[in-house]
């Protein structure tokens, strides 16, 4: 089955009691037993809920994957993977990645005594320097957060396999659509699914794909155990979303070429953070590993002048400005005082979040008439 097969079809069914083409919404958290313990598959909603089963079923395969979790947001995702880990353990982290994951790994999990490194990927040669007998866990965002940096997942994978390290990769930004980190070689592929995969702005929910049953069981053991699910309501929603993430991943990477080629030959820009010039650090590894280059883009303004980002953003009018990204509608977000005014200044301008830094989600609008928004709100 083809990737756009898949999002309509694949580890779908139709409903068993009326042939519902649509996974029913099962708005229950319990269900009738004929005897203790006897009962259709289902006890409680928490552990197991036909909704959200369909749309895990879903996740595992667009991600080419055999196993699909989804949670209640993308951070309880994330905090379900560091649950894998014990005090002493170490983990090698993506140094530019969302605010909110740096927030859990520093400010949650380094308190129960794991340790996190922070480095440049974008040479994953470095990774070994990092690389101790304690270390369990390498977590890598490709295209990352905000600075649109892209790490070579088939050459990490190597170096995670060859030290036993099991590697995670944050798939929010490329999607499926675009990159399948399973097949790359890593472990665990974790979205935020609030984003493009819901892909209207009107649900939060975190997902897991992997293909190991071990690895697997773990997971689903510390989902139950934890309970960071998410509802039958959100899940139908995504699991609706999912339906078009194709032809809408498809507009998205048309806009967001368009925008970003506007944007590099604007007089007032600076630098624009896109994988799919030419120019980009590591656009080779982008084109081997992409089937294109998506609708996230990230520039700064000449002079690395605050003020006139802000009156940039403030000043868009079809781009909104707003938190999160991968909706159908553009969003323009300021990094520094948004997504990632949790990293402290130091640390966030040594990977580029300065303060002049815009991240726009080009969503699937007229392209013509993001462009124009552009040119009124730069000047």
Same mark, same amino acid.
Not at 127 to 151: A, F, R, S
């Given at each position: #089955? ?14 068993? !009691?009326?042939? &519902?083409? #649509? %996974? ?7 269900? !009738? ?12 909603? $928490? ?8 749309? +895990?079923?879903?996740? !595992? ?171 039958? @309501? ?5 699991? $609706? ?8 991943? @498809? $507009? ?14 604007? %007089? ?10 030419? &120019? ?8 081997? @590993?992409? =089937?294109?280059?998506?609708? #996230?883009? &990230?520039?700064?303004?000449?002079? =690395? ?8 953003? +403030? ?26 005014? &949790?990293? %402290?200044?130091?640390? $966030? ?14 969503? *699937? ?5 993001? *462009? ?8």
């Amino acid at each position: #089955m083809k990737f756009n097969t898949k999002t309509i079809h694949g580890g779908q069914e139709h409903d068993p !009691a009326y042939g &519902s083409v #649509m %996974p029913p919404i099962y708005q229950t958290s319990t269900y !009738a037993q004929s005897t203790p313990g006897g009962h259709k598959g289902y006890e409680y909603s $928490r552990t197991h809920n036909p909704t959200r089963n369909a749309l +895990e079923k879903s996740f !595992a395969s667009i991600e080419n994957g055999n196993y699909g979790l989804a949670f209640g947001s993308g951070l309880a995702a994330i905090d379900a993977v560091i649950k894998l880990l014990q005090p002493g353990d170490e983990v090698v982290s993506t140094n530019d990645l969302y605010g909110g994951t740096y927030r859990l790994f520093t400010k949650i999990y380094e308190d129960f005594g794991i340790k996190f490194h922070f480095i440049g990927m974008e040479n994953a040669n470095k990774i070994e320097e990092y690389i101790t007998p304690d270390t369990k866990l390498i977590w890598v965002e490709t295209p990352t957060n905000p600075m649109m940096n892209v790490i070579d997942v088939k050459a990490v994978s190597k170096i995670a396999q060859k030290n036993n390290v099991l590697l995670a990769v944050d798939n929010t930004f490329a999607t499926p659509y675009l990159q399948q980190p399973l097949d790359l070689g890593a472990d665990i592929v974790m979205h935020s699914a609030t984003k493009y995969l819901g892909g209207h702005s009107d649900v939060v929910m975190g997902a897991l794909v992997v293909r190991d049953k071990d690895l697997a069981d773990k997971l689903y053991f510390i989902q139950n155990a934890s309970g960071a699910v998410c509802g039958p @309501q959100d899940s139908f929603l995504v699991l $609706r979303g999912i339906k078009t993430l194709h032809i809408r991943m @498809q $507009r998205h990477c048309e806009n967001g070429r368009a925008v970003a080629e506007y944007l590099a030959s604007h %007089p007032k820009i600076e630098k624009v953070y896109w994988p799919g010039f030419e &120019s980009h650090p590591n656009h080779e590894v982008a084109k081997s @590993q992409m =089937n294109d280059f998506g609708g #996230m883009v &990230s520039f700064t303004t000449k002079g =690395n002048n605050y003020d006139e980002a802000i009156k940039i953003v +403030e000043n868009l009018k079809i781009f909104t400005l707003a938190e999160s990204l991968g909706g159908v509608e553009s969003l323009a977000g300021h990094p520094a005082s948004m997504t990632h005014a &949790s990293i %402290p200044k130091e640390e $966030r301008e040594k990977t580029g979040v300065v303060d002049s830094l815009i991240r726009l989600s080009v969503g *699937i609008e007229d392209e013509e008439d993001l *462009i124009e928004d552009l040119k009124q709100a730069i000047g």
